[in-house]
């Protein structure tokens, strides 16, 4: 079992730069998940963000996000990181993090995947303004 808090979401506008966080607590250890974040836009289903691996060295984006969005891990925090820069109105949605034991090798967990994650957080709301 694994439970997952978000934080650091937010009002901000274009252009601008929010830090998401989750903090992981499980009674195995964080470094037996892959982790990862989606979000989830009103009136739209829940889509992929990016995704990392247990160990930090494979990482995932979706091509909405890749050259904006940072993922990162510190395993000795039991911490997901999602850096977002330059922001637009279209990255407006509830952000959830996600655990996992498992990522498909090419995506992640992104389009084609036929894995998905095991745990959910409750998600923290991100708004981006004109």
């Known amino acids: 079992q694994v439970q997952l808090v978000e934080s650091g979401g937010g009002l901000v506008q274009t252009g601008g730069s929010l830090r998401l966080s989750c903090a992981a607590s499980?009674?195995?250890?964080?470094?037996?998940?892959?982790m990862g974040w989606f979000r989830q836009a009103p009136g739209k289903e829940r889509e992929f963000v990016s995704a990392?691996?247990?160990?930090?060295?494979?990482?995932y984006y979706s091509d909405a996000v890749k050259g904006r969005f940072t993922i990162s891990r510190d395993n000795t925090k039991n911490m997901l990181y999602l850096q977002m820069n330059s922001l637009k109105p279209e990255d407006t949605a509830v952000y959830y993090c996600?655990?996992?034991?498992?990522?498909?090798?090419?995506?992640?967990w992104g389009a084609g995947s036929k894995v998905q994650p095991d745990y959910w957080g409750q998600g923290t709301q991100v708004t981006v303004s004109t």
């Open positions: 996600a655990a996992g034991v498992s990522l498909s090798p090419s995506t992640g």
């Open positions: 499980t009674e195995r250890t964080f470094v037996s998940y892959a």
């Open positions: 990392v691996s247990w160990s930090g060295d494979y990482t």
